[in-house]
């Protein structure tokens, strides 16, 4: 059986999508950025208590996923959640996990 290149476009985006939410630093980087509206990587650093190095390889992912984008300002670079970074934060949030 062959696969057809929309279901696999398709499902190579979706992996995308699902690496970009893969590492519990990155959801609390995206919680970050629903508390914050906008944050520099150095400002992630900071919150998070990570490497510079270490932030811009989560948010490069996260940015290929299409969970965030970032937006030039002067000598800034700022990240924001995506309309699909909210839906799928909040879709994690109903998962209502406890432990």
Not at 58 to 78: A, P, S, T
């Amino acid at each position: 059986m062959e696969i057809n290149k929309k279901k696999k476009k398709y499902s190579q985006n979706l992996e995308r999508i699902v690496k970009g939410l893969a590492n519990w630093k990155r959801i609390l980087i995206l919680e970050s950025l629903e508390k914050e509206k906008e944050l520099t990587a150095e400002t992630i650093c900071e919150k998070l208590n990570i490497q510079y190095k270490t932030a811009t390889d989560h948010l490069r992912r996260l940015l290929q996923g299409g969970l965030i984008w970032k937006k030039k300002r002067e000598r800034n670079v700022f990240y924001l959640l995506t309309t699909r970074g909210k839906k799928f934060l909040k879709f994690l949030k109903n998962l209502k996990l406890k432990f």
